[in-house]
């Protein structure tokens, strides 16, 4: 859905698109799963590896993380600025009463623990900048799954590895913080941003589309391929 919207309906206004995954671990797209996941625990538990398009560490989704995707035009007008992207997300904490500060890779702070992480997509005149937001995430089974007992076994490798950090779920900082709220404030802060009220994108009317349902059976083909899940790791070496 969001490779639809960059490539097909994206023109000279950002989008901002919030969505939920089932549990499901997503690496970036110069990694290797054996290096970042537990993937015999993930396969015992149902949970999804999924490998996205944009660079970046390793995550953990649920149905308690809200994950949101800013797109946006570069030409002719540049919109694309990561500061002023995380400054909407940070504003919107505030509402809550949360203070939240950037860290070094763009990610999202309270304190000492992360709460958000995120990743960037550029081509030639548009770019996105997604990103997670824990709320009531499982943190035992993320630190689970995001464990690699192989890691140990590989010597060499390319690509990218993630940085390990402490997290925390938002709603332990403020319990009226919950899916609705967070997504009304980020999108009041999207708007308020941009200097104009925001049009809601018709999902029923996009879906319907012939174009729309062409594209999701083509891509969800290739993004579930193990060509693709798998084989676009970097060569790497390990011991047997």
């Not at 997670?132 to 089974?141: C, G, P």
């Amino acid at each position: 859905m969001e490779d639809f919207l960059f490539r097909n309906l994206l023109s000279s206004a950002p989008i901002l698109f919030f969505y939920i995954n089932q549990p499901s671990v997503i690496i970036g797209r110069a990694q290797n799963p054996w290096l970042e996941c537990y993937l015999d625990a993930m396969a015992k538990d149902h949970v999804l590896l999924a490998r996205r398009q944009s660079g970046g560490g390793a995550v953990y989704h649920d149905f308690g993380n809200l994950n949101y995707s800013i797109l946006t035009p570069v030409s002719p007008v540049n919109f694309f600025n990561k500061a002023d992207n995380l400054s909407v997300i940070i504003k919107s904490l505030a509402y809550f009463n949360i203070t939240a500060h950037a860290g070094p890779r763009h990610d999202l702070w309270v304190g000492d623990k992360k709460i958000s992480g995120c990743a960037f997509r550029q081509s030639k005149d548009r770019a996105f900048h997604h990103g997670t937001l824990l709320i009531n995430t499982d943190l035992e089974k993320l630190n689970l799954y995001l464990h690699a007992p192989d890691a140990e076994r590989i010597i060499t490798y390319g690509g990218v590895r993630s940085v390990r950090s402490p997290v925390m779920n938002l709603n332990s900082l403020n319990t009226r913080l919950d899916m609705e709220n967070l997504i009304k404030k980020i999108a009041f802060s999207f708007s308020d941003f941009l200097g104009q009220e925001s049009e809601y994108l018709n999902f029923d009317q996009i879906t319907k589309n012939n174009l729309f349902i062409n594209f999701i059976k083509e891509k969800t083909a290739e993004l579930k391929s193990n060509d693709w899940l798998y084989g676009k790791t970097l060569p790497f070496e390990f011991l047997i």
